[in-house]
C-alpha cells in the first residue's frame, strides 16, 4: 500500500492496533516510515524508520528512529540515526 492513512481517537488511552506488512524486511528491500503520536508497543520487530512521540517498547529496531521517550528494545540496528531520552537493553 502506498500512501498515508491518518487514525484519529477521541479517546486520550486509546489502543490502536496496527499490522504491518511481514515482507518489510533487508532482503526484500522494503520498508515503512511511520509516525505515532503516542506510545509504541510491539512484540515483534519495527523495520523502517520511525517518530515516535512518546517511548518506544519492541523486539528489535531496523532503521532509523527519533522518539521523544525511551526506547526499549533487545536489538537496535540503525544505518542512521538514534534519537531519544535513552535506550535500555531488554
Known amino acids: 500500500t502506498v500512501g498515508k492513512k491518518i487514525i484519529k481517537s477521541q ?28 506510545n509504541i508497543f510491539s512484540d515483534s520487530s519495527i523495520n523502517g524508520d520511525v517518530v515516535c512521540h512518546g517511548k518506544i517498547d519492541c523486539h528489535e529496531i531496523n532503521g532509523d528512529v527519533n522518539a ?23
Do not use: M, W
Request: hydrophobic fraction near 25%; include cysteine; charged fraction near 30%.
Open 11 to 38: 479517546e486520550e488511552k486509546t489502543c490502536i492496533e496496527v499490522t504491518f506488512p511481514r515482507n518489510c524486511n533487508e532482503t526484500t528491500r522494503q520498508y515503512f516510515k511511520v509516525e505515532v503520536f503516542g
Open 68 to 90: 521523544q521517550g525511551d526506547i526499549s528494545a533487545y536489538q537496535i540496528n540503525s544505518p542512521g540515526k538514534i534519537i531519544c531520552n535513552d535506550i535500555k537493553k531488554k
